[in-house]
């Protein structure tokens, strides 16, 4: 059974930094692409970035590109996103997902199949 849990939220002033860990197990090799999204509270849930099993396919969304990064530690199962220079409009729950093939969008949550339950990311004013 795939499983994926997230950590590392809170609460930070605007300019600074958060290090998000998505921890997946069940998976039976590191051929899958792990996905972050995040829903502000009345707001769709959007793609923030992905990265994909081999070395260099990462993703960003252009709301966070030079700002946030991704990345993967294979020998531990898990995936970092670095927050850094927040802004008050980056609040929100934040979820990793996975997938062993991303098919289509992939900054649709309909392209992804296993989800974690979120965590929540706060940035103050």
């Known amino acids: 059974e795939v499983q994926l849990v997230e950590s590392g939220g809170g609460l930070v002033q605007a300019g600074g930094s958060l290090r998000l860990s998505c921890a997946a197990s069940g998976f039976t090799s590191d051929e899958y692409s792990i996905g972050w999204f995040r829903q502000a509270p009345g707001k769709e849930r959007e793609g923030v970035s992905c990265?994909?099993?081999?070395?260099?396919?990462?993703i960003y969304a252009d709301s966070v590109k030079g700002r946030f990064t991704i990345s993967r530690d294979n020998a531990k199962n898990t995936v970092y996103l670095h927050m850094n220079s927040l802004k008050p409009e980056d609040t929100g729950v934040y979820f990793c997902?996975?997938?062993?093939?991303?098919?289509?969008?992939?900054?649709?949550?309909?392209?992804?199949?296993?989800w974690g339950q979120g965590t929540q990311v706060t940035v103050s004013s």
């Open positions: 997902a996975a997938d062993w093939a991303v098919v289509g969008d992939w900054g649709a949550p309909a392209s992804w199949d296993y």
């Open positions: 990265i994909g099993s081999r070395p260099g396919t990462t």
